[in-house]
């Protein structure tokens, strides 16, 4: 057997660890996005980002509570194995969050902030693609 077909043969290790390590960061961000909202009383969120001041604070704790579930959704069904599919999902769902952020901060005129929704997107659709397609974790039997 020639080399080059016997490293198209192995899989690679890389995107399985690739994939966990932005799952890990994804579910740190949305997490600690969510907690953090959800704990910090409305009128200094709105000291720190002027939005929060502006929208109705059910809008403000929804938006907590989406970060928090997509937080962990894209990372415990994976690591648990419990219905892992809904990682894929979760993956898709906060990236249809960051694109409503985007659509939101653009409409507000606010298109500097976007820049770190836009690598979040990315980010997500990359756990999408890489749990759907290319590295599915097996559920547990």
Not at 19 to 35: C, E, H, K, P, Y
């Amino acid at each position: 057997m020639t080399p080059a077909i016997a490293s198209s043969a192995t899989p690679s290790k890389a995107l399985p660890v690739s994939l966990w390590v932005v799952q890990a960061l994804l579910g740190l961000v949305f997490v600690g996005t969510g907690f953090w909202k959800l704990m910090t009383p409305a009128p200094q969120l709105a000291a720190m980002i002027p939005w929060a001041g502006q929208v109705p604070e059910a809008f403000l704790q929804a938006t907590a509570v989406i970060d928090l579930c997509g937080g962990l959704g894209i990372v415990l069904p994976s690591f648990t194995r419990i219905k892992p599919g809904l990682t894929v999902l979760a993956a898709l769902g906060c990236a249809a969050l960051q694109v409503s952020a985007i659509v939101f901060h653009f409409s507000r005129g606010e298109a500097a902030n976007t820049p770190f929704n836009f690598l979040l997107v990315a980010l997500s659709l990359f756990v999408f693609w890489g749990r759907r397609y290319r590295a599915p974790i097996q559920p547990r039997v």
